[in-house]
């Protein structure tokens, strides 16, 4: 029963997150400001962006911004795994417990499961390790915004 209840969550994020970024216009680029109709957001670099790409339709990347179908990523460098308290992370990945750093993040994009046996991911392993590079890389710098 808690295996379809997780799986029926899991569903409902992708569908969420689907029709957000459905809906979602193209941001217009102002210097470091992204506008999409009144709304202005600060932004992180192209690269950041085009590394982040993937991440963005379920995640919030900085401080501003519409809240996602999931944790914001903003501060992810150093923070508690799970450390959302509104989210429903699998219990696998809530019992993890540790910080996110580089290295526990580059090991969890590259195999989401084996990082926490019985957790869930709405996207496949990154079995690129540069695509992943970048991915971290990009959280690193958003460090600072």
Request: hydrophobic share 40%; with cysteine; glycine share 10%.
């Amino acid at each position: 029963m808690l295996g379809y209840i997780y799986s029926m969550a899991a569903i409902a994020a992708i569908g969420i997150g689907a029709y957000w970024a459905a809906g979602t216009e193209k941001p217009k680029l102002q210097s470091d400001i992204a506008q999409i109709g009144d709304q202005r957001f600060a932004t992180v670099s192209p690269s950041a962006h085009e590394a982040l790409a993937d991440c963005v339709v379920c995640h919030r990347i900085g401080s501003d911004g519409p809240e996602r179908s999931a944790p914001s990523l903003e501060g992810i460098i150093g923070s508690p795994v799970a450390r959302a308290r509104w989210f429903a992370y699998s219990p696998a990945l809530a019992r993890k417990g540790g910080k996110w750093t580089p290295e526990e993040l580059e090991r969890y994009l590259e195999n989401p499961v084996g990082y926490a046996r019985g957790t869930f991911k709405t996207l496949p392993p990154i079995r690129d390790a540069e695509q992943r590079r970048r991915i971290i890389k990009a959280l690193q710098d958003g460090q600072a915004t």
